[in-house]
């Protein structure tokens, strides 16, 4: 594997896991950005984690994909990842609506090519 | 399954799959927004085609997820995109980097709950 520009996760070869988390924000500086740090430090530090692409837009709409070994690594990491929202007043301080899939990730392309 | 709020695609039950497009634009004002429009109504037209999400941040970093009923969907939706893209001069018109991944989605969540 190559690696990536930056913003894009240096992936292994298929299958691995992805962790879709699409979200809304509500008020913009309600220490959401701390918390998401500090999740993103933390997710870093979980066996088998293998990154995460995140964007956001003006709207306040986001995707943020991280992307995990195998099941094992997934299920550990919601465990860490639900007790920490739990200590923080919960997730409906930050997020006026959110949805989240696990996906078995099977192929992948990058291009454009020849760069 | 409920409506979700403007952003979000509306989704059955898994299993069904996702396109994980992640992409880095160069030039902001180079036709990108009318050959995205473009591609989304198309995709919208196909059989099996279940919704997107997308974000793109000021960087120009940006995840786009396609969610398909099933394989056959994904397939067709492939072969229609990749003609679309030949006739417009290529995808290394707008993006700098791309990377795509084919994912099959096994669980979803939504919340907050009681919402």
Redesign the interface.
Known sequence: MSI??P???P?PD?PYY?V?F?S?RGAPDDGYGAMAAEMAALAARQPGYLGV?????G?G???T?SYWADETALIAWKAVAKHQLAQRL???RW??????????????????EG?
Chains 1, 2 share one sequence.
């Open positions: 990536p520009p913003g894009f996760a992936l298929p992805a879709i699409a809304l692409e995140s964007a956001r837009d709207t709409f986001g995707l994909v919960g997730k409906d997020y006026l609506h959110y949805a989240l899939r696990v996906a078995k990730v099977e192929r992948q392309y990058e291009g454009p760069r």
